[in-house]
Every structure is written in structure tokens, then in C-alpha cells.
């Protein structure tokens, strides 16, 4: 999920980190567009990852995506 104001991904991280995932708010970049990025879990492999993002695909019906 991403959005400008950092209140909305804060909401998010503080849902989802309720659930258990390890979720945190990515601040833009200086000179980025300001877009405030919720980033989940830092996974050991591909599979795991794409694991979990089905699983919150389904609970919470975001659309993430793998990165890395």
C-alpha cells in the first residue's frame, strides 16, 4: 500500500503488525514523489514471500507485489 499522507500507511502497519507481520512505513526519498510505501517482512526466500503475499492478498485484499 502506498499513499502521500503517512497517516493511512501507519494505519496499515499498525493493523497488519497486529496480525503479525513485520510491516513498516518506507518515507519517500528526497527528490521522489511523496508517496509513503508499507513495506512487509523481509522473507529468506522468493517463495516465502510470495507466500505471504497471497496470504494478505486474501485477508486484507491488497495487491502486493514481490520485490527482490
Do not use: M, N, S
Not at 513498516?24 to 507466500?51: C, H, S
Request: glycine share 6%; charged share 30%.
Amino acid at each position: 500500500a502506498a499513499a502521500t499522507l503517512p497517516i493511512l500507511p501507519a494505519r496499515i502497519v499498525t493493523r497488519v503488525a497486529g496480525k503479525g507481520y513485520p510491516a513498516y512505513v518506507v518515507a519517500p526519498t528526497k527528490g521522489a514523489p511523496p508517496v509513503f510505501r508499507v513495506r512487509i517482512g523481509k522473507y529468506k526466500d522468493r517463495r516465502e514471500a510470495d507466500t505471504v503475499a497471497a496470504k494478505l492478498q486474501k485477508e486484507e485484499q491488497f495487491k502486493p507485489w514481490v520485490v527482490r
